[in-house]
């Protein structure tokens, strides 16, 4: 599935002014293992407070991010795009992240490890707090998330540390 983002980034000329510092059209890419998942690394930082230098903002924009776990992040943050294809096979996983989930459009259906499930309309956002879930596109179309990850503590709940868990395949 072929995902198709523009990304402008703004920064400052040698006065200080603000300006366009890069205009383009990003393709999303699809790990072997799911074909149905396209994605496009936004940006990406390594620490907090951000470093919104010059200097910094190469790296950033390859999307650098140390993962010191998978779906853990250190501390930083992480801006993809995701297109999941309709019927695409769902996988329960959990990050050890916050995350802003923001359906940009289509439709989908998040499911939790409880057995619920909550139907998400275009312009719908998720506040994903280190929870096990799957994202499920029973529509027909693909849908298109924002994501916003921010790295978190892994949460403990019912006597035990809810670390990441991310499937293989």
């Known amino acids: 599935m072929a995902l198709e983002v523009r990304r402008v980034i703004t920064g400052h000329d040698a006065s200080g002014k603000a300006i366009v510092a890069s205009d383009e059209r990003m393709t999303g890419v699809s790990a072997p293992a799911r074909p149905y998942i396209s994605r496009c690394e ?3 930082t390594d620490k907090m407070p951000v470093d919104n ?12 991010v140390v993962r010191h776990k998978l779906c853990r ?8 795009h995701y297109g ?13 992240t916050v995350d802003y989930a923001i359906l940009l459009s289509g439709e989908c259906d998040l499911e939790l490890d409880d057995g619920k499930t909550v139907h998400l309309k275009q312009g719908d956002i998720v506040v994903q707090r280190g929870t096990m ?12 998330f924002a994501f916003i ?6 949460v403990e709940a019912g006597g035990q540390k809810l670390t990441t868990h991310y499937p293989a395949a």
């Open 42 to 44: 936004i940006w990406s």
């Open 53 to 64: 230098s010059e200097a910094a903002a190469a790296a950033q924009k390859k999307g650098f």
């Open 73 to 80: 992040l250190g501390p930083g943050q992480r801006d993809p």
């Open 84 to 96: 999941i294809a309709p019927g695409a096979p769902k996988f329960m996983h959990r990050t050890e």
């Open 133 to 144: 879930h799957a994202w499920v596109n029973n529509g027909s179309v693909p849908c298109v």
């Open 149 to 154: 990850l921010i790295d978190a503590d892994p």
